[in-house]
């Protein structure tokens, strides 16, 4: 969602936003989620029409001037993430009754072609086969395809 987004954006800008609401940054650089809530309003209210694109496109860029990873660090991470996403489908499902049909793929072509996972808790098992007539392989195709 945007306003995580935002907080990401505000770390790294919070000199500048601070200043769009008349305010300065506190000493160690402490702002309570309220100044946020008040910074975020501020740039939503500047570019009304570009803020969720400026904030797509920050984080665009934060991930590719970020820490490069070789193919195996991306694997374990895409896996740790994946696991943690079952996790919680796995535990809605016993709990709650909640079910779910999943998709997860990296989107880095050339680096991620092996990073691909569906998933479906008991409730919605065949759900893929028989609603979009494809196996799980071709709907992880279709959403490599996609990203």
């Known amino acids: 969602n945007y306003w995580n987004l935002y907080a990401t954006y505000f770390k790294e800008h919070s000199q500048a936003e601070l200043a769009r609401i008349g305010r300065e940054v506190p000493p160690g650089d402490l702002t309570g989620a309220t100044v946020r809530k008040q910074c975020y309003e501020s740039f939503k209210d500047t570019y009304p029409d570009s803020y ?64 691909g996972y569906s998933y479906n808790t008991p409730g919605a098992a065949g759900f893929w086969e028989t609603r979009c007539r494809a196996s799980d392989d071709a709907i992880i195709g279709h959403l490599k395809a996609h990203v």
């Open 52 to 115: 969720q694109d400026l904030l797509l496109m920050h984080e665009e860029a934060s991930l590719l001037g970020s820490t490069p990873q070789t193919i195996a660090q991306r694997g374990q991470g895409f896996q740790k993430h994946y696991r943690r996403v079952i996790q919680i489908l796995e535990s809605a499902s016993i709990k709650s009754g909640f079910e779910a049909a999943v998709v997860l793929c990296g989107k880095v072509v050339n680096e991620d072609g092996l990073l």
